[in-house]
């Protein structure tokens, strides 16, 4: 946990520095209060685990290569056939 003392923050944003002990998966949350209506900010985030590789990123080399590779084979097939 950590907490800053309310205070009026003149860049409208703050730095804060945590050494987490372990990997894992987190919640952020940010409340304010004060005035008429409390605010609460609820962000989840990991730790130490990385980005997952999206599916796209993964098959669409794929597609493009057999597409490349069709291409030229079809091509080479096409110039073979009318020069016979």
């Known amino acids: 946990m950590f907490h800053l003392p309310p205070k009026v923050y003149p860049s409208a944003s703050i730095a804060v520095e945590h050494t987490f002990p372990e990997k894992g998966k987190f919640v ?3 409340k304010v209060t004060g005035g008429a209506q409390d605010y609460i900010s609820r962000f989840p985030f990991s730790v ?3 980005r997952p590789t999206p599916k796209a990123a993964i098959i ?7 597409a490349v590779v069709a291409f030229f084979f079809m091509r080479k097939k096409k110039n073979n056939t009318n020069a016979a």
Do not use: D
């Not at 669409?60 to 057999?66: K, R, Y």
């Open 60 to 66: 669409a080399p794929i597609v493009l290569v057999i």
């Open 48 to 50: 130490g685990e990385g």
């Open 28 to 30: 952020g949350l940010v």
